[in-house]
T-cell receptor, first 112, second 115 residues
Framework: GESVGLHLPTLSVQEGDNSIINCAYSNSASDYFIWYKQESGKGPQFIID?????DKRQGQRVTVLLNKTVKHLSLQIAATQPGDSAVYFC???????????FGKGTRLSVIA | GAGVSQSPSNKVTEKGKDVELRCDPISGHTALYWYRQSLGQGLEFLIYFQGNSAPDKSGLPSDRFSAERTGGSVSTLTIQRTQQEDSAVYLC?????????????FGDGTRLSIL
């Protein structure tokens, strides 16, 4: 069955607000997680990653949180901008450089 | 180039024809992956190459699908006797390899339409 899934298929937020996109995974052996952003007609673009020995990692306007106890991953986008509108995928990796397992994605729509 | 390059960007063909899709990975990346993305869906793993090791073909949906990687760089995904259910976006990704967790970097895909 599907190892990675998303709680919300669509998310609409006001420009300037913070966005939170959630993801559940079922394989406790997964040790590496990645968030990707995919715009229409483009391939997935790497946003941020996190290893299983971490709980939180911050990038530019983005933060990923990992809760291994409940197998939950989230992506937080601060001060959401129209350019953030896209489909966001979480993906998990059982070990280094092996195929990723993707969820179906969440569409983020930013309302100006 | 700086990123993963795929060609063609779009391919329309008749049912029953064979198609070849090409991927140029990032220079120096030893790991190369093919995924398929159906409309509104997530990515489905197809096949994975790591250096000179035998490829992991566990994701190929049927024996009509095959892929090769020549010289450890360029890869070609071949679909024989295409069916309408093969219509999808075919995405290629590469990563540095070496057993270390590194993000996979994707091309923009080939959109395949089977008439």
């Amino acid at each position: 069955g599907e190892s990675v899934g998303l709680h919300l298929p669509t998310l609409s937020v006001q420009e300037g607000d913070n966005s939170i996109i959630n993801c559940a995974y079922s394989n406790s052996a997964s040790d590496y997680f990645i968030w990707y952003k995919q715009e229409s007609g483009k391939g997935p673009q790497f946003i941020i990653d996190i290893r299983s020995n971490m709980d939180k990692r911050q990038g530019q306007r983005v933060t990923v949180l990992l809760n291994k106890t409940v197998k939950h991953l989230s992506l937080q986008i601060a001060a959401t901008q129209p350019g953030d509108s896209a489909v966001y995928f979480c993906a998990e990796n059982i070990r280094g450089n092996t195929p990723l397992v993707f969820g179906k994605g969440t569409r983020l729509s930013v309302i100006a | 180039g700086a990123g993963v390059s795929q060609s063609p960007s779009n391919k329309v063909t008749e049912k029953g024809k064979d198609v070849e899709l090409r991927c140029d990975p990032i220079s120096g990346h030893t790991a190369l992956y093919w995924y398929r993305q159906s409309l509104g869906q997530g990515l489905e793993f197809l096949i994975y190459f790591q250096g000179n090791s035998a490829p992991d073909k566990s994701g190929l949906p049927s024996d009509r699908f095959s892929a090769e990687r020549t010289g450890g760089s360029v890869s070609t995904l071949t679909i024989q006797r295409t069916q309408q259910e093969d219509s999808a976006v075919y995405l290629c990704a590469s990563s540095p390899g070496g057993g270390i967790n590194q993000p996979q970097h994707f091309g923009d895909g080939t959109r395949l339409s089977i008439l």
